[in-house]
């Protein structure tokens, strides 16, 4: 039976809590720098795709050193596929390239759940908007939040 939230379902004009951590839960953001690259590579693929036809909005964020949560709204069907996997392509390579090192970053493909309702994506915002506090994180962490 696979992994709760690994198979996807992909559907219009949807939010999905969207997920992933790396290999072995080791870390993924190594330095300040990388927060920023991974932030400002979501940014840039999101305009990119607009210019395309294909849109995500990104609702609320948190990267912590071993993986990272999305709120995410997407509009067309398998728009966040597109999105996750131009995002971790890019930034998989600048820390390969980065750090000198090769082979995966993540442990897998990025889970995904599919919100159905204003409770779940509630409830689900303030899991991902609360996550760096219950992994005991400075309280002043800087990213998280609801603009990339």
Do not use: C
Not at 2 to 23: D, E, S
Not at 30 to 51: C, G, H, P
Not at 90 to 105: A, F, H, I, S, T
């Amino acid at each position: 039976m696979p992994a709760i939230n690994a198979l996807k379902q992909y559907r219009p004009n949807t939010i999905y809590h969207v997920y992933n951590r790396g290999v072995n839960k080791q870390d993924v953001f190594f330095s300040e720098r990388d927060y920023m690259v991974f932030r400002n590579l979501a940014r840039t693929t999101q305009y990119e795709m607009a210019k395309t036809g294909s849109q995500i909005e990104v609702f609320a964020f948190a990267l912590l050193p071993n993986h990272f949560h999305f709120i995410l709204w997407q509009y067309y069907e398998r728009d966040m596929v597109h999105f996750m996997r131009s995002l971790t392509l890019k930034y998989v390579k600048y820390v390969n390239e980065e750090y000198e090192r090769v082979g995966n970053l993540f442990m897998r493909p990025y889970k995904a759940r599919l919100l159905y309702t204003p409770v779940q994506v509630a409830k689900a915002t303030r899991y991902v908007l609360q996550n760096p506090v219950d992994a005991n994180l400075p309280a002043d962490w800087k990213h998280v939040g609801t603009k990339l």
